[in-house]
């Protein structure tokens, strides 16, 4: 009787940050409609995702960019980052290079709120650990916030963002 079919609007870390924040106020003993319109209310205002791509190759394969687009990406180490805006991906940053694309990363972290510590990061990532843990490490020194976690994304994300793709949620 008490089941409700919530949108998260995401996935990944997103989908498990709403999931971790159901679960604490269901052990708060909020009822269905306070825990649904909460998790509404941290999904349209306060939730941040956004995609770091190492290769636009999956990109390009799934045909959402062009070979030729592709080719030149590749040939000058274009990375790009995208927003996920109400479920929808939207193109952010084109870069050169990966130490640019995470700098930039931590960059629109800044941007998005002045208090982190009691915010939790989720990151998961394709076959990227070593980037994973640079951005856990500067996020806890330039952020402060209560928890960063790393985990391995899931398939269906995974394709879509390619190998050493890492999607960031806070």
């Known amino acids: 009787d008490d089941v409700v079919v919530f949108d998260s609007l995401s996935a990944t ?3 498990n940050l709403q999931i971790m ?3 604490d106020m269901i052990k ?3 009822s269905m409609n306070e825990i649904v319109g909460k998790l509404e209310k941290y999904r349209d205002e306060e939730m941040t995702m956004f995609a770091l791509l190492n290769t636009l190759e999956n990109v390009v394969k799934g045909g959402r960019l062009s ?3 592709g ?5 000058f180490d274009i990375k790009a980052i995208l927003d996920i805006v109400d479920g929808t991906v939207v193109l952010a940053e084109k870069l050169r290079g990966k130490k640019q694309m995470l700098e930039k990363s931590l960059e629109k972290i800044g941007e998005k709120v002045s208090d982190f510590s009691k915010r939790v990061f989720y990151i998961t990532h394709v076959d990227n650990p070593e980037d994973a843990k640079y951005l856990k490490q500067e996020i806890l020194k330039r952020f402060n916030p209560m928890d960063v976690v790393i985990n391995y994304m899931g398939p269906t994300i995974s394709t879509y963002a390619g190998k050493g793709g890492i ?3 806070l």
């Open 13 to 15: 870390g997103g989908l």
């Open 21 to 23: 924040k159901a679960v």
């Open 28 to 30: 708060q003993g909020l």
């Open 67 to 69: 070979k030729f687009t």
């Open 71 to 75: 080719a030149i990406a590749k040939l």
């Open 167 to 169: 999607v960031i949620s």
